[in-house]
């Protein structure tokens, strides 16, 4: 048990012994300093020669009570669960430590270690305090890491381009892959093995599935994956089946073309995505064709679709044999009509009139101009009447 109370008592000694020699003697710096104090000198010699002395027998300086209300709560617990004969043997060692603690050439050596440690922390610590200062995040500088962090930028030893330089030669790069694939794969595709004809989708695929490619771009839209069908292509669907499938799908039917809308992007990829649409539509059809609840009491509810007013071309607009006869025969008639205003001189042409009209200002116009005297009023002083002369055009 001694043995035992021994290797305890060197693994708690430190830091009670510590805080106890502190509390008694405060030091004039608070750095922190690391040192094994696992054991005392004069203990250490009693074990490596042998002699046990029977610690009941040692009187200690407090009361157990007051000496188990001064532990840390961790030696406490330890402490609590010891006999009181391990009890007292733990006091006594305790007390001894704390005494080796405080000679004066444990507290020398401890005073030196504080002094160097301060020294060096000292000698760490920038002149500049303006150095330490936290940039405050801007416009210019949002979303960059802390320049205390960082240090300074490299020195640019003009072996590299700038970043608009590569984006400038990766897109060159794309281009260039596009243009192999152009000139060497593209051909295969015309041979006869490999060309297929199109060969539209039958009654057996009645499932119309679309996807969205970004030409190998990443793109959160990717993965999604549309899928139709017409409830009337649906195999093995009677009547009041099929108007149980209307109402389960709910507001992804639409009434007027019949189609049911589908789409799915929980997944990561279009493949699970499409075998989710797959799982579902089959799993429509099973419940629709359950004939336990056939839903026939239950209304069509489309109030989720607009239905759009479609404008119909008038059938009496509509160009028939008798119309098309009926707006020849009137045509002809005001043809003759103008026909015989030209020969009795009753219809004017605008184009020729509008010809004359020019001709004659250009001949009002290439007539001379007569000069003409005229007089103005009398002066305001000399009383005497001025003179003028003005070129009219008459017309």
Known sequence: ?????????????????????????????????????????????????????????????????????????????????????????????FEEMVDDMNAPD???????????????????????????????????????????????DDDFMGDDISSSAHAELDEHREIREYARIAAWEMPLLSRAELAKPFVPPGKEKPLRFRYTTYMGEQHPAEKKVVVEFCTQDMPDLTELQRDKFIKLVGVRYNPETDIV????????????????????????LREARDSTDTFADIQFDFRHHTFKKKLKFPDEWRMTAERRD??????????LLDDNRIKQYRLIDGAE??????????????????PVVVESAKGGKGGKRSTRVRELTRF
Not at 262 to 276: D, G
Not at 326 to 335: A, G, I, P
Request: charged share 30%.
């Open 261 to 284: 809308k589908m789409s799915c992007e929980m997944f990561e990829t279009q493949a699970q995505n499409k075998r989710y649409l797959g799982d579902l539509v089959n799993t429509l």
């Open 106 to 152: 444990v507290q020398a050596a401890l005073n030196a270690e504080i002094s160097n440690a301060a020294n060096e922390a000292e000698f760490e610590m920038p002149e500049d305090p303006k150095s330490l200062e936290r940039v405050v995040p801007g416009l210019l500088n949002m979303g960059e890491e802390d320049p205390e962090d960082t240090g300074n």
């Open 1 to 93: 048990m001694a043995a035992w109370l021994r290797r305890v008592g060197s693994t708690a000694r430190c830091s009670a012994s510590c805080q106890f020699s502190f509390r008694t003697r405060p030091l004039t710096s608070t750095t922190t300093c690391f040192r094994d104090f696992s054991s005392s000198s004069r203990r250490r010699k009693e074990v490596d020669e042998g002699e046990e002395r029977d610690a009941s027998q040692i009187e200690t300086r407090v009361s157990a009570k007051h000496f188990a209300s001064t532990l840390p709560p961790t030696q406490r617990a330890v402490y609590d669960a010891l006999t009181p004969a391990d009890k007292h043997e733990f006091q006594v060692e």
């Open 326 to 335: 009926y707006l020849d025969r009137s045509r002809q008639e005001k043809q």
């Open 353 to 370: 009139e509008v010809i004359k009209r020019q001709k004659s200002l250009a001949a009002l116009e290439s007539k001379s101009r007569t």
